[in-house]
């Protein structure tokens, strides 16, 4: 198994711009969520997915969109793209449903916006 | 509402003697409680975690937490630190929140180990 994975691992943009960050767990699990991580605030929820079809916003879901339209894959969207957006977005999924059991993170994506 | 502290930013130990982080939590239920390790550029893996059976949890590569209600703590522990260990560690409280079950995270505690 693969796990997490996400793409792509480095990213810089333009405010204004707007991008597709990737993730995709192939262990078949329902619920799936993005974070980010910003120094000396540990992780905050932006989105997460409690199976095909159904999302819903965390602590952070301003400026960020999310469809599953699949098991396998949760795609986060950055609409337009602000430098307050600038931080390491990570993937995780886990195999029951809202999330408390063992969350399995992917390796990250590192985001700047300049 | 849940919180998690972590109550050290940064704890710096020598190689082969032992490790605490310090966490304490709030909670109006019953937490499920976890550690997580992140090493530099990586993702974030479980260590370990509570879920209301044995106070006393082991975890991987010789880590271990005791749970006390009393004091709502959550302390990380290893008897003799190795290079390898050198990381951030968050603590994770799970809780429900108005009925839905919410993970918060610590702001993180940064180890480094001195050879």
């Known amino acids: 198994n693969a796990g997490v994975t996400q793409t792509p691992k480095f990213q810089v943009l333009k405010t204004g711009q707007s991008m597709t960050l990737q993730c995709a767990q192939d262990m078949n699990h329902e619920y799936m969520s993005w974070y980010r991580q910003d120094p000396g605030m540990g992780l905050r929820l932006i989105h997460y997915?409690?199976?095909?079809?159904?999302?819903d916003q965390g602590e952070v879901p301003n400026g960020y969109n999310v469809s599953r339209s699949t098991t396998e894959d949760f795609p986060l969207r950055l609409l337009s793209a602000a430098p307050s957006q600038t931080s390491v977005y990570f993937c995780?999924?886990?195999?029951?449903?809202?999330?408390?059991?063992?969350?399995?993170f992917g390796p990250g994506t590192r985001l700047t916006v300049l | 509402a849940q919180s998690v502290t972590q109550l050290d930013s940064h704890v710096s130990v020598s190689e082969g003697t032992p490790v605490l982080l310090r966490c304490n939590y709030s909670?109006?239920?019953?937490?499920?409680l976890f550690w997580y390790v992140q090493h530099p550029n990586k993702g974030l893996q479980l260590l370990l975690k509570?879920?209301?059976?044995?106070?006393l949890v082991k975890g991987i590569n010789g880590f271990e937490a005791e749970f006390k209600k009393s004091e709502t703590s959550f302390h990380l522990t290893k008897p003799s630190a190795h290079m390898s260990d050198a990381a951030e560690y968050f603590c994770v409280v799970s809780d429900l929140d108005f009925g839905n079950e919410k993970l918060t995270f610590g702001t993180g505690t940064r180890l480094t180990i001195i050879p």
């Open positions: 995780a999924s886990s195999s029951r449903d809202r999330g408390t059991d063992t969350q399995y």
């Open positions: 997915s409690v199976g095909a079809g159904i999302t």
């Open positions: 909670s109006s239920y019953s937490p499920s």
């Open positions: 509570y879920t209301s059976a044995a106070t």
